[in-house]
């Protein structure tokens, strides 16, 4: 008892010490403050509260911990080494004690040998030594490019080459080891430097080795670890390649004086693009087998991307090396089989793979469109056909495996179809050939409509991101626009060849035709709508009842005259009215279902 009061009055005491000696320090502060507004002299900021010493001894040997074992000096100082190192070869080159040739050598040889020790140390399990195969692969490149550059020692063939050894030796490295740094280095620092050498006079068939290396070798880096940049990277170097490529060799064959061939290697373009288009082609399907749950956003856009830039490039090149693109037109075709063919196998053998179906299908679907163009030409008509017919295939395909990414893709097919025919003249009057257009608008109409009721009878699935941005399916309007312009279309062909037989193809009567079409076709749209009580389509009748109206007022009574006005306002007269009964009839079955919803209220359950 007698120590517990001692501890406590101990306890006490050092208490009323520590509030003594902070009484103690406030009064010496205020007094410091008191005698600077003697002095007139500004108050000396108040000093910052510091960390206690035990956090501020913690945080530095954090830092001191961390500095140890991610070995950042111990790198620093290799670096600096081998700079050092290279700088000394640099400096006696350009004073002439050794020849450039010799000097090319040895930093050559350097190079090799930072590699090859980079390896050795690694097989040792020293894995902070990955520094040495990062800095012998850059050195490698800079010395290559100096070699041919500024010493003009070597050729840009031998160069290619000798970046085309960098390439494998480090990236062998860098998967042997599973060390995404040097990859990555191993990958991106010849594929540059492969660009840069006397751009843009490439050597291009070499340099096109080099870049198919380095699309292999960043696919195999993908098992490394998070390296989809890479691969997204490499594809957009290798574009930029095959683009000045293409443009260069397109240039040549049509102007030869202006482009030399040195270099170009023309004939080898097409063997080089077929090789690159099917290594991306088998490198998705590849994947898409391998990967049951889904394909990442690489390997998505890989199939239609892979598409695109190798019939744009084939284009380019073989329309002045042949003279036609007819054959171009029969790969396409090929190319949107095989495709096709892939995303139906997923099908069958992955119920789940939508990424994938979704994927290999859009890129059958864009194959198709491409091939159309190149196999008939003046292809309007054609186009359209094909294309509206894939579009309705796309939709079956989309309701069938319940992928949301091809019902957006049909929908966007179908609205781009109605656009090519709106704005490509498919509906200009009078046609070549009324039969054709006349068809192809019918079939653009068609389906339209047979898609728009397809997505009303099979909507998207729930929970999937298509019915969770257009839970009401607002989007399904887009194509009854285009089936009901379409229609309008067709039937404005239809008057002019009517006016033009009956010898009565005056501009009025043409002018306000168009008008009692678009009426006519409201009154019709209402009817439709108040019978299936489809909202979308009574928007839509309204929006051309709109149109009608604006066009018979504000056009045909300023330029229009005699019978066909006549008939112009009249059926605008009968649009306003049947606009008119079918909206007194909303508001009455409107009014009804309230006062019936009022009565089941009172009557209570």
Partial sequence: MVNHESRSVEERLAEVLQVVRELTRRIDEFGERLGALEVGSPRPPSPVAAAP?????????????????????????????????????????DSQWIGAGVG????????????ALGAWLLLRHRRGQRVLPICGAILLCSVALEAHGRFKLISAETVNWILIADLLVAGAIGLRFRMGSIVSIAVLAPGVSALIIGFPNLRFPTAAALFLFANVVAHLA????????????????????????????????LRPESVPAIGLGVTWFVPWLVVFAVLYAGTAMKRALATPRGLDAFHSFLPTGNVMWAHSAAAAVLGPMTGGLTGLGTVALSAAATHVAFAALLWRRLR????????????????LALAVPALVAESLLVEVVVLSAEAMGLAWFAAVCGSPGLRLCALTLQVVVGGLALFGGLYAAPPESLAASLGAALALAASGGWQYAHDRRHPSPEGSWFARVDPDRHAGILLLWTSALAIFGSMRLVLDRVLTVLDAGT??????????????????????????RNRQVMVT??????????????????SASGLP??????????????????LGRLQRSGAGAHAAAGDDARRGP
């Fill in 53 to 93: 010493p035990g956090e501020q001894l913690a945080s530095a040997a954090a830092m001191m911990s961390w500095v140890g074992q991610s070995r950042v000096l111990q790198r620093i100082a290799m670096v600096s080494f081998v700079l050092v190192l290279a700088l000394v070869l640099r400096t006696l080159t």
């Fill in 104 to 115: 090319v050598a040895i930093g050559i040889l350097y190079s090799g040998v930072l590699l």
């Fill in 222 to 253: 993908r098992r490394v670890g998070r390296l989809q940049w890479l691969s997204w990277t490499t594809f957009t170097v290798t574009l930029c390649f095959w683009f000045l490529w293409s443009l260069k060799a397109r240039v040549h064959l």
């Fill in 352 to 367: 789940l793979h939508a990424t994938g179906i979704t994927s290999f299908t859009l890129a059958g679907a864009v194959a």
């Fill in 507 to 532: 501009p009025d009567a043409f002018q306000c035709g168009q008008s009692v079409i678009l009426n006519g076709a409201s009154i019709a749209m209402l009817a439709w709508g108040m019978r299936t």
């Fill in 541 to 558: 009748a309204g929006l051309v009842a709109v149109a009608g109206g604006v066009k018979v007022l504000g056009s045909d009574l300023m």
């Fill in 565 to 582: 006005l006549v008939l112009a306002v009249f059926s605008f007269g009968l649009a306003a009215a049947a606009g008119s009964i079918v």
